[in-house]
């Protein structure tokens, strides 16, 4: 069974930085493509980065290039989005998520929930 | 960036009735959009990919059609399960995939 966990998500003060995770199983995780996705409080879907399965591409939203990194291990099976400069339009729930075209988005974790403010 | 706009917003139907929601792209995105259920409390479920084209374990009365710039997702005969928020998603023009807003298929 395909399983993605997300962790890393807290209230964070304005301008502060956060480092969320994804851990996959039940599935060949270099394989894939994976993908944030981040549901507004307001309920909107917003697609924030991509990374192929080797990790050599990489791809991004405006709102969050330049202040946001996508990286994975697949020794570990692990992704990783390190956000910085974080703004109150940063608040949301995180999911990690993949698909069997990319970018698609077949499978999705519970979410990890990011709150900025001071 | 494409925008991806929905119709209605909400949809008020009794269990049993045609749910048909709409998705139309500010630019082509030629075959390449895909629809999402989500209800309260858990993460969206993809229903039907490129168009036409059910997920996995997707029941049959879940359909979609269209192409370019305007598609539609139709629930032939509305289940009590149904009652939640669809999403579609375009990946024709990316980066960025975008989201439309959503509409929420509610009980009459």
């Known amino acids: 069974e395909v399983q993605l966990v997300e962790s890393g998500g807290a209230l964070v003060q304005p301008g502060g930085s956060l480092r969320l995770s994804c851990t996959g199983s039940g599935f060949s995780f270099s394989t894939y493509a994976m993908n944030w996705v981040r549901q507004t409080p307001g309920k909107r879907l917003e697609w924030l980065s991509g990374i192929s399965g080797s990790g050599e591409t990489t791809h991004y939203a405006d709102s969050v290039k330049g202040r946001f990194t996508i990286s994975r291990d697949n020794s570990k099976n692990t992704l990783h989005l390190q956000m910085t400069s974080l703004g109150t339009d940063d608040t949301a729930l995180y999911y990690c998520s993949f698909g069997e075209l990319f970018p698609q988005f077949d499978y999705w974790g519970q979410g990890t929930l990011v709150t900025v403010s001071s | 960036e494409i925008v991806l706009t929905q119709s209605p917003a909400i949809l008020s139907l009794s269990p049993g009735e045609r749910a048909t929601l709409s998705c139309r792209a500010s630019q082509s995105v030629t075959n390449y959009l895909a629809w999402y259920q989500q209800k309260p409390g858990q993460a969206p479920r993809l229903l039907i990919y490129d168009a036409s084209n059910r997920a996995t374990g997707v029941p049959a009365r879940f359909s979609g059609r269209g192409s370019g710039t305007d598609f539609t997702l139709t629930i032939s005969s509305l289940e009590p399960e149904d009652f939640a928020v669809y999403y579609c998603?375009?990946?024709?023009?990316?980066?960025?995939?975008?989201f439309g807003p959503g509409t929420t298929v509610e009980i009459k």
């Open positions: 998603q375009q990946r024709g023009k990316w980066p960025p995939v975008t």
